[in-house]
């Protein structure tokens, strides 16, 4: 796929500041010489590290190399420089874990970089670091080109409308659609056309089997819905074909709003969504059960190494229509500590646990005991909590804690048996979970 320039193909540059109107953003373009009154560079206002370059795109681009000059005609230019990227213009990331890259070292050099592993975002930001007598320079960034339009042919006629939720969400899963389904009559010696407009960067290998593999899945549903058509040799081409991956969607086709899941089973009739998490580890993203009370060990409970059960998930399985998590999908995660035998008071098992669902904090002390505790940590992507919290169970308590806008959310919760869960799970003294978690984009 070739690279594109993003500032001579015209799109939208801005920076922090100008020193003025001669000096302005307009003048930025690799090569750019003095005219009329303009000089050979943008300059910025003043000397601080506080200024930048923004480049905005209007979708998502997987940004690959950037080369910079100094001004030409005046010994001034930039020395060293870092980048950050976004996708909404308030979030930040900086590029390749914060490089600070090597820039000029005279007026008009070229000087690139190609970054070792290239990144996808709306936005750009470059920030000079160190400069020459004044921040100026001149400079250029390239993006792959990855749009490419696919028609798949209809195998009979069939009107836009019969085309269901649940295959509209099958092809959004399979591939990035900016609008997922528009149909087209392109001649009366043609069928009905399916037109998808894929923006998702794949290598061009990797393209051409997915595409293969989702054509082989799209026909053949609409001929088993027409004449029953057999699916066995077109499902074991597409198990040899479709491999997991990440995949960007865009929440109800805006291309303002990407969604980069994971998906699962992608060679089956049921891929799963997921939502990669960035903070992981032992004190991230966690469920608790506490041992005690009617909640006792598998093993016996005088064992010195009792633990309670502790969940940690690392993806959260994601439907992205809907924007909700299912807290009880445990195929990303890890549990420790001992498997917990629910008992009732005449010590008969109620239930067994052996994992514990996203969100939830749970034991059975006693009444109000909230010996339970999650965590919920959602930095790093564009989610933040959104569903209201309660307590369930017999004599259940439980409180949360809400920051970071809130994308991080502490609970603390228990009873006898109970504990603190998303308002519309069905739990209590029973294991609860499903589709329960609502999130919300963030800043929206």
Request: aromatic share 14%.
């Amino acid at each position: 796929m070739s690279l594109i320039p993003a500032i001579k193909t015209g799109m939208a540059v801005m920076a922090s500041s100008e020193y003025d109107a001669n000096h302005s953003i307009n003048n930025i373009r690799i090569n750019f010489k003095p005219k009329k009154h303009c000089v050979g560079a943008w300059c910025a206002s003043v000397n601080d590290c506080n200024q930048w370059i923004q480049i905005s795109s209007d979708k998502p681009r997987k940004w690959c190399e950037i080369i910079t000059q100094g001004r030409n005609g005046c010994p001034q230019w930039v020395s060293t420089y870092k980048l950050s990227y976004s996708n909404n213009a308030i979030n930040w990331f900086e590029v390749e874990n914060g490089q600070i890259f090597d820039a000029n070292y005279d007026c008009d050099t070229e000087i690139s970089h190609v970054f070792k592993k290239p990144f996808e975002s709306f936005f750009v930001r470059l920030i000079p670091l160190s400069w020459n007598v004044h921040i100026s320079m001149r400079m250029e960034i390239f993006y792959k080109n990855t749009e490419i339009e696919l028609f798949i042919p209809n195998p009979d006629p069939f009107p836009i409308e019969d085309i269901s939720e649940d295959l509209i969400w099958h092809i959004s899963s399979f591939l990035n659609c900016e609008d997922l389904l528009k149909l087209s009559l392109v001649s009366k010696k043609w069928h009905n056309l399916v037109w998808l407009k894929l923006i998702k960067p794949f290598n061009a290998k990797s393209l051409q089997k997915k595409l293969l593999g989702f054509s082989l899945m799209f026909l053949n549903f609409w001929q088993n819905q027409i004449d029953d058509y057999s699916i066995g040799d077109i499902e074991e081409k597409r198990k040899n074909i479709l491999i997991d991956g990440y995949f960007t969607i865009y929440y109800q086709s805006n291309r303002y709003k990407p969604i980069k899941l994971y998906i699962h089973n992608l060679n089956t009739i049921d891929p799963q969504s997921f939502l990669d998490l960035i903070q992981i580890g032992p004190n991230f993203n966690f469920s608790n059960f506490a041992i005690g009370g009617c909640a006792r060990a598998y093993q016996s409970a005088r064992s010195a190494n009792v633990q309670n059960l502790q969940t940690n998930f690392e993806k959260l399985r994601f439907n992205p229509i809907e924007l909700v998590v299912k807290t009880d999908d445990y195929t990303f995660s890890k549990t420790n500590g001992n498997k917990i035998h629910q008992t009732w008071g005449n010590g008969d098992v109620s239930h067994v646990f052996q994992q514990v669902p996203y969100a939830t904090a749970r034991d059975c002390y006693g009444y109000s005991s909230k010996k339970g505790s999650a965590n919920i940590d959602l930095r790093g992507t564009i989610f933040a909590v959104s569903s209201n919290f309660t307590a369930k169970g017999c004599g259940a308590a439980g409180d949360i804690e809400l920051s970071e806008n809130n994308q991080v959310a502490i609970l603390r919760g228990g009873g006898f048996c109970g504990g603190f869960y998303p308002e519309s799970d069905t739990a209590g003294q029973e294991p609860g979970g499903g589709w329960v978690l609502d999130l919300k984009f963030i800043n929206l």
